[in-house]
């Protein structure tokens, strides 16, 4: 079977992903009190327990939000004629991937070689690592999953001649040691001055180009490169920026197209994270009429945020694009435990709870103090600093928050929330009075 990449749907193990029901909850999951440990993930989703059985610090996954990203991010490609292979690093969650995978998404995206085992274990069918892989280790044993699985794809990077000399040098080898081996896919990486990885010329994208034709353990498949590195805001400066390094992959892209270069019958290009994506569809849809097949690979938009995709996303808070807009799904659940001074009080997350990278969490509600009432906004407070597990609560005047309390705060950055959550509780209502535990996802970093 010819692995370059038909239009049939993206398998995934879904008997895998379901054997999460059958794990026992316990100590070693910081979600979870002891009075559901020894039950099963099923068991846990049938008792429904409500927010207030849980204990704080908590991260959290609204359901309606999740899904509603989904059928907009599905939806928003399906029109364009785009394809998504989700960055799976955001979440490490398989169940995620699945349902990423069922409302249409081409493929999953990781990022280095641990990654990929994940979703290899869980039986994605096609997957870009989104980087350079040399390890011969990791070559060599992604060369053995190809050989065992011909219907398997999978999508490397490359920015340099000295990279694919490399992979060519490990691939030979395992080769004359152990017989024949399928050859790896290979995108071309495109970078920009001052960007991550990624060839800075024309000139060296197409050395790296010809490097891969001529080894026969790889094969050119397409372009790709990261938008996201370049600019950090939706300005016109920093578009205009996003928008002429596209253009720089449209020429390396046209002249291996031109040259007959591809050694595939679709290539991948392949852009966009989860702030650009407007920029991807502007520059690059034109190229799935000329047969190729352009393919994002935004992450962050099923969790969404409160802070920096709240702001820069295309589907965020100031809309660039046409369709619905993103929801935040995650939130952070904090307990007020002193107040030492006038102005100050502590709660109980810090780094190790809650993401602080892309900005610091946001006070946003005080949940019910009492039986019959309703969630309170919190107004007047800033979240200041965040130590190793405590937070820090600043305001002017009279003190708007009380030892004991429960706050939800608004979180930034998916990417670095999930993974200090081994079992993350998804609720059906966020913003209820005491929401309901409809289901546990499970993460693999």
């Known amino acids: 079977m010819d692995r370059t990449g038909a239009d049939d749907a993206c398998r995934i193990d879904r008997e895998k992903v379901a054997q999460r ?190 490097r891969v034709v001529a080894s026969p353990h790889l094969r050119l498949a397409g372009v790709a490169g990261y938008e996201g590195a370049l600019a950090h805001d939706s300005d016109a400066r920093s578009r205009d920026v996003v928008r002429s390094y596209l253009d720089d992959m449209v020429e390396v892209h046209q002249r291996l197209a031109d040259a007959g270069r591809y050694e595939v019958d679709v290539p991948v290009v392949s852009a966009g994270g989860s702030a650009y994506f407007d920029l991807v569809d502007e520059v690059l849809s034109p190229l799935t009429s000329t047969g190729a097949r352009v393919v994002l690979r935004s992450g962050a938009y099923v969790v969404h945020d409160d802070g920096f995709y709240r702001h820069i996303s295309p589907l965020g808070e100031d809309p660039r694009t046409g369709g619905p807009g993103f929801r935040s799904a995650m939130h952070g659940w904090v307990r007020v435990t002193s107040q030492p001074e006038p102005g100050l009080a502590l709660f109980d997350a810090g780094k190790r709870d809650l993401p602080f990278d892309e900005g610091l969490p946001e006070a946003q509600l005080r949940r019910p103090r009492a039986a019959g009432e309703d969630p309170a906004p919190v107004t007047g407070v800033q979240v200041t600093a965040l130590n190793d597990q405590h937070g820090f609560l600043r305001w002017e005047g009279d003190a708007p928050v009380a030892i004991g309390d429960e706050l939800r705060l608004g979180l930034s950055h998916p990417c670095t929330a999930m993974d200090k959550w081994s079992l993350v509780p998804v609720v059906d209502d966020a913003d209820a009075a005491d929401p309901v535990v409809v289901d546990l996802v499970r993460t693999w970093f």
């Open 21 to 210: 029901d059958a794990e026992q909850v316990g100590w070693r999951h910081k979600a979870l009190p002891p009075e559901l440990w020894g039950l099963t993930v099923a068991e846990v989703r049938e008792r429904r327990p409500r927010l207030s059985e849980l204990p704080t610090p908590l991260l959290t996954l609204s359901r309606a939000a999740l899904d509603t990203n989904l059928r907009v991010m599905a939806d928003w490609c399906a029109q364009r004629g785009l394809d998504l292979a989700p960055h799976g690093k955001t979440t490490m969650a398989p169940q995620l991937w699945a349902e990423q995978l069922d409302a249409g998404a081409w493929a999953i995206t990781v990022a280095n070689p641990f990654q990929l085992g994940v979703a290899l274990e869980f039986g994605v069918g096609r997957v870009m690592v989104a980087n350079s892989v040399i390890s011969p280790l990791a070559l060599r044993w992604i060369a053995d999953e190809l050989a065992a699985d011909r219907d398997l794809r999978v999508l490397v990077w490359a920015d340099s001649p000295a990279t694919v000399d490399l992979m060519h040098e490990a691939l030979a080898a395992h080769v004359a040691s152990a017989g024949s081996r399928p050859p790896i896919d290979v995108l071309v990486e495109r970078g920009g001055a001052g960007g991550r990885t990624g060839a800075r010329d024309l000139d060296t994208a197409l050395a790296v180009a010809e």
